[in-house]
């Protein structure tokens, strides 16, 4: 595990340790949250280098290409199998987190994803249908302890909130872009 995850994990025991007696708490462990509300309230910083916004800007000509860290993994396509969330549909969680919470709900753990995978390359292209626009790719060699697929199991989500995610990739992509271009 890297930094990153133990430091959320630090985290979610830390949580733990203080929520005692009749506390209550959430835990809600996001995958990739992209896409953006109709209008535009909720989405991503444009100005953050995940990787969809990434794509946009070189979809919108502001970088000449998308750099992509490894080619050779185990995958359809050899790039990483990521999970991307709609915004919205993490945003919803919460709501039902709230209801759950106000009708008596133990403290919980969830996994927050689309329970899809969808490589690297499934991304690109998705924004190159919604965008109109080739994206050029460059490779680059693996960034040391990427891990190769990462899914969200959402199966206590559905159970405990009655959560299901209710936007595809394409929607992501299409929402993010809407909010990337204004």
Avoid at 26 to 53: C, E, M, T, W, Y
Avoid at 59 to 69: C, M, R
Avoid at 161 to 168: F, M, T, V
Wanted: hydrophobic residues 35%; glycine residues 10%; neutral net charge.
């Amino acid at each position: 595990m890297g930094i990153y995850g133990e430091t959320k994990l630090t985290g979610e025991q830390s949580l733990r340790q203080v929520c005692t007696g009749d506390t209550r708490f959430g835990i809600f462990r996001f995958f990739n949250v992209a896409g953006a509300s109709p209008d535009g309230n909720l989405h991503q910083n444009p100005a953050s280098r995940a990787i969809l916004q990434r794509l946009f800007s070189v979809a919108k000509g502001y970088d000449p290409e998308i750099i992509i860290s490894g080619h050779n993994y185990g995958t359809k396509d050899g790039t990483v199998v990521r999970d991307y969330v709609h915004v919205e549909d993490v945003a919803h969680a919460f709501i039902l987190a709230l209801h759950y919470f106000r009708k008596g709900g133990n403290s919980f753990t969830l996994n927050l994803g689309s329970g899809t995978p969808h490589t690297i390359l499934d991304l690109l292209h998705t924004v190159e249908l919604v965008t109109h626009k080739s994206i050029p790719i460059r490779y680059d060699s693996r960034i040391p302890g990427d891990i190769e697929y990462s899914l969200a199991d959402i199966s206590k989500a559905k159970k405990n909130l009655d959560w299901q995610p209710n936007h595809s990739l394409l929607q992501i992509v299409r929402d993010g872009w809407h909010a990337y271009q204004r």
